[in-house]
């Protein structure tokens, strides 16, 4: 049972920290915050934010890594049943739009204007990999079918899918998960001009 409580107490104590961290990055921006911030902010003392991280960069670091961890099993969990074709994806779709959502405030953050930019590029290196990378034989696009350089081709649909996600994000999240994977499945199957009502 004493156990069990310290475990939530570190739970508590760390979501805390998360918390304080992301109301501090949309105030001041993280470039700017001190570990002495954080510690007001969050309530505690400087001890017991050393005990759990180094600095603020390790604390970044750890969030962010939680993040795409998560994001790694959700992705990995729906890839595996095999069948890798648009209801496949619409599915991926909605269940990360989800975890965004229960992770909102956080991602807004920390993909805003006063973020972290490498977790940018994370996040970006993520999408690639899920999309392009998983193997040739399970990944969505077949490098013999394209019609233009593949890394043309990612780097387009990783910007475009990560610009929509911060559009989302910092609008308040307003569509649902299920929604937003409408809106990302109607651009990304048929195109910008399609979606613009210009191609039939």
């Known amino acids: 049972m004493k156990e069990l409580n310290t475990d939530l107490r570190v739970i508590r104590t760390k979501t805390s920290i998360r918390n304080a961290l992301t109301e501090l990055i949309e105030e001041k921006g993280f470039e700017a915050i001190t570990v002495k911030d954080i510690t007001v902010k969050a309530e505690i003392n400087r001890g017991t934010f050393y005990l759990h991280y180094q600095d603020k960069y390790d604390l970044m670091d750890k969030c962010q890594q939680e993040i795409m961890y998560q994001m790694s099993n959700i992705a990995k969990t729906i890839l595996s049943k095999g069948v ?30 006063k973020g972290d930019l490498s977790f940018q590029i994370k996040i970006k290196e993520f999408m690639r990999k899920t999309l392009f990378e998983d193997s040739e034989q399970n990944s969505f696009i077949k ?15 990783v910007s475009a899918h990560l610009g929509v996600i ?3 994000l910092q609008h308040g999240g307003k569509e649902s998960p299920q929604e937003m994977a409408r809106i990302l499945s109607t651009m990304t199957y048929n195109g910008p001009l399609f979606a613009a009502g210009l191609k039939k």
């Open 84 to 113: 890798l074709d648009s209801e496949t994806a619409f599915s991926l779709a909605i269940s990360l739009f989800e975890y965004l959502s229960q992770n909102a405030d956080f991602m807004k953050a920390v993909l805003g204007p």
């Open 143 to 157: 490098q013999g079918a394209l019609l233009v350089p593949g890394e043309y081709l990612t780097s387009y649909i």
């Open 166 to 168: 911060q559009q989302w």
